[in-house]
């Protein structure tokens, strides 16, 4: 798109459209469905697979997420390092933006941004949980950039 037919400060710009799953809405919706038919939710903590073999419950519900790499001892879970900053939400904020390897996505919960680094690797195999502020800092000042020179 040309500078004239996008309201972007950049010598041009790419409209697409894109199909973006709401894991915050979906995941509330899921328990919520969950503990209406009756479901508890009960945290635990395990340190072998033999520890849910004494539960009293027939079903269990296993979501570890990154944690099954230890406790299953399974090495084919591979850690993937990124930093999101978070922006209060903004109902009128319903597209997304990519600037300068800088991702910003308008949600119901809030604004996600994130500096997509070097591409779709970037983090791949890094275990390091520890927050990076300066990361998250960095990234929104990028869109900050962007955003603070539109009219």
């Not at 037919?5 to 894991?23: D, E, G, H, Q, V």
């Amino acid at each position: 798109m040309s500078p004239a037919s996008n309201p972007f400060p950049t010598r041009s710009a790419r409209r697409s459209s894109n199909l973006k799953f709401n894991i915050a809405d979906y995941a509330c919706q899921l328990v919520t469905d969950f503990l209406v038919e009756g479901g508890r939710i009960e945290r635990m903590e395990f340190h072998s697979p033999g520890d849910l073999s004494a539960l009293p419950q027939k079903v269990v519900i296993n979501a570890t997420g990154y944690g099954a790499r230890a406790l299953w001892n399974d090495n084919s879970i591979v850690p993937v390092r990124g930093q999101i900053a978070w922006l209060i939400p903004q109902p009128e904020v319903n597209y997304g933006v990519m600037y300068r390897n800088v991702y910003v996505l308008g949600r119901r919960d809030g604004i996600v941004v994130q500096d997509l680094g070097r591409g779709d690797m970037e983090g791949y195999g890094n275990e390091n949980e520890t927050p990076d502020r300066a990361a998250a800092e960095s990234a929104v000042s990028v869109a900050g950039q962007l955003f603070s020179r539109m009219t």
